[in-house]
């Protein structure tokens, strides 16, 4: 008599498992090998980006913000399995329901705006020597001065960074008038018998916006420019200038004089080689005089 082997009584009675996962009959089944085939996925992904709008909507950066898109964004990010077709089909939906959104309202994807940099200076030595609570009590009371003038001129906060801040705004001027009341209020802001200096930078221009971030050449531009300030000093880009005009500025009742460069100090990175920038003074003298001042010596200086 033949006896049954285990194997034979294995693949009989499908005792043995191998491990690999069960394909489902039918539709169901077939759907679900596909949803998580890397082929398919990989082809979606590719499709993406011949799409309208930003092919990585839907990573931490472009779903952060306000609008439908990113809410929804992130409610899939949170819903929908990672490294599958449904996610990614999900997403490019989203994408051109984003991009739609941009066209139908008007919005440029890369519109011109003026992006603010402000922190303060020597701020980090005195809060070594403050100590935490006198730290916090300070960037709340700063915080508490400069914003709302800001959001006044249609200025809007993008994120707070320590002892620093970047803005945004849709025009130079009121960036302009904005940052100097800021400026001025900082200077009545006292804890522990210290008083802050502000300094600021601005910068027009279009950065690629990502979410509720900026990003881009023209982001860097401006944190350069805030680095040339001094204390309770104001810089602004020769971009930003050319947009207030001479009119602009006798309106902010200021001047500008062109900054000295920095002969032994190192190349500012990610920054044109012909960026130039201006000191912005308030105005002493009648408004008959030149708005845009120029320091002959130093224009010849580096000239030469």
């Not at 009989?12 to 759907?31: C, F, V, Y």
Request: hydrophobic share 40%; aromatic share 4%.
């Amino acid at each position: 008599m033949e006896v049954e082997s285990f194997d034979e009584r294995s693949a009989r009675t499908g005792e043995i498992d191998s491990g690999a996962p069960r394909r489902q009959p039918g539709p169901l089944g077939w759907l679900l090998a596909t949803n998580h085939n890397v082929n398919a996925i990989d082809l979606i992904r590719r499709a993406r980006r011949a799409l309208p709008g930003d092919p990585d909507f839907g990573d931490p950066l472009s779903a952060a913000g306000e609008g439908g898109p990113r809410a929804a964004a992130r409610a899939a990010d949170r819903l929908l399995e990672r490294d599958a077709v449904s996610r990614e089909v999900s997403l490019g939906a989203l994408q051109v329901w984003q991009a739609l959104t941009e066209r139908v309202s008007g919005r440029p994807a890369n519109p011109e705006v003026t992006l603010v940099f402000t922190d303060l200076v020597g701020f980090s030595g005195w809060s070594l020597r403050a100590g935490d609570d006198a730290t916090l009590r300070l960037l709340r009371r700063v915080a508490q001065v400069i914003e709302p003038p800001m959001l006044a001129e249609g200025g809007r906060i993008v994120k707070r960074m320590g002892d620093g801040a970047m803005a945004v705004f849709g025009d130079p001027t009121t960036a302009v008038r904005a940052v100097r009341t800021a400026l001025d209020a900082v200077d009545t802001v006292d804890v522990d018998g210290y008083t802050p200096r502000m300094r600021a930078g601005i910068h027009t221009g279009h950065p690629q916006r990502i979410g509720s971030d900026w990003l881009g050449v023209d982001v860097n531009i401006a944190a350069r420019v805030m680095e040339r300030a001094t204390k309770g000093g104001l810089v602004i880009s020769h971009a930003t200038l050319e947009r207030i005009g001479d009119e602009g500025l006798v309106d902010l009742g200021v001047t500008v004089k062109r900054t000295r460069k920095q002969l032994f100090a190192a190349k500012p990175s990610g920054v044109p080689d012909d960026l130039l920038m201006y000191r912005v003074r308030a105005r002493r003298e009648p408004p008959g005089r030149d708005v845009v001042e120029t320091d002959v010596a130093q224009e010849n200086a580096e000239g030469a």
